[in-house]
């Protein structure tokens, strides 16, 4: 149970020896105890890129079961549906591989 200063009796009794009578420990350890739960977890500038990148796939597969957590945009919904159209009206189009690396090189400078 939570007291009126925001720490639980057991807390209090702890730093003062009297669960009734906060002391200035007390309320040191409750604004760093604060301070404490606002640090991230995890430091993700400390990660390398490649740990970045194992996280944001972790993070993207967790997601991939509730696709409710993140709806598509309109446009996004819309460049589906174009695509859906396209595909339904002309069917599969297979691209030669040295068509596309020959637009791949034409793009690059």
């Known amino acids: 149970m939570i007291g009126e200063s925001g720490t639980t009796p057991r807390i209090k009794e702890r730093f003062s020896g ?11 350890w409750r604004r760093c105890y604060a301070y404490g739960m606002r ?17 944001l796939e972790r993070l993207w597969d967790s997601l991939a079961p509730r696709p409710e957590v ?13 695509r859906l159209d396209d595909l339904e009206r002309d069917g599969p ?4 591989w040295d068509a596309v ?8 400078p």
């Open 18 to 28: 009297n669960p009734d009578k906060p002391t200035a420990v007390s309320a040191r």
């Open 39 to 55: 640090r991230p977890a995890l430091d993700i500038g400390a990660l390398t890129p490649g740990e970045q990148l194992d996280l």
């Open 70 to 82: 993140a709806p598509l945009i309109e446009d996004q919904r819309a460049e589906l549906d174009r």
């Open 93 to 96: 189009v297979d691209i030669p």
């Open 101 to 108: 690396l020959s637009r791949i090189r034409s793009l690059s």
